[in-house]
């Protein structure tokens, strides 16, 4: 069975870092595409940033590019986020997704998700 | 930047057939994938590719498109269907992946 588990979210202040965690299992982690997403009641589901399975391609949504960096340990199954210079607007609970093995264009598992919160 | 436009909620009775639109500029051209989220749970997706059904997910689910638009067609609504759902594409233009802005099934 496929599980991802998300850990690291927090309170953090504006202009602060966090690294976010997603454990994986189940699957041949090094074969697959991942993800991170967020959401919020405001904007709803909004893709943060992909890496490929060796690590070697990545990409970002605009308003992270510079700011957060999407990173993966094969050897330890976990894909990471880092992020800083966080912003109010980052307020988001963060998933980490999978794409399908198939087409790296829609994610096919999805974990529970971390709350961070960046405030004052 | 692309967008991805679906009505804020969907009303719909037991055992008749939500419709829930997906307005994106030339959809036609992009595989849309749907994903359910129920309260508290993290997205599921029920259709990929345009039409294709995930194992596990029912029959019931069934996606379509027409010029501009997407629709994720639920037939025989249950109660357990209530939940938002999100349309989804890549934009090869700019390398992003783009979410609907989301609908809440209701079914009363």
């Known amino acids: 069975e496929v599980q991802l588990a998300e850990s690291g979210g927090g309170l953090v202040q504006p202009g602060g870092s966090l690294r976010l965690s997603c454990a994986a299992s189940g699957f041949s982690f090094s074969s697959y595409y991942m993800h991170w997403v967020r959401q919020t009641p405001e904007k709803g589901l909004v893709w943060v940033a992909r890496v490929n399975g060796d690590g070697t391609s990545i990409g970002y949504e605009d308003s992270v590019r510079g700011r957060f960096t999407v990173s993966r340990d094969n050897a330890k199954n976990t894909l990471y986020l880092q992020m800083s210079s966080l912003r109010v607007e980052d307020t988001a609970v963060y998933y980490c997704?999978?794409?399908?093995?198939?087409?790296?264009?829609?994610?096919?598992?999805w974990g529970q998700g971390t709350l961070v919160t960046v405030s004052s | 930047s692309y967008v991805l436009t679906q009505p804020p909620s969907v009303s719909v009775a037991p055992g008749k057939t939500a419709k829930i639109p997906c307005m994106g500029d030339?959809?036609?051209?992009?595989?849309v994938h749907w994903y359910q989220q129920r309260p508290g749970q993290a997205p599921v997706v029920v259709v990929y590719?345009?039409?294709q059904r995930p194992s596990g997910i029912p029959e019931r689910f069934a996606g379509s498109k027409s010029g501009n638009t997407a629709t994720l067609s639920i037939s025989g609504v249950e109660v357990g269907d209530e939940a938002d759902y999100y349309c989804q594409v890549y934009d090869s233009s700019t390398d992003l992946y783009v979410f609907g802005t989301g609908a809440t099934v209701t079914v009363l």
């Open positions: 997704a999978r794409s399908s093995r198939w087409s790296i264009y829609y994610f096919d598992n």
């Open positions: 590719d345009d039409r």
């Open positions: 030339n959809i036609g051209s992009k595989s």
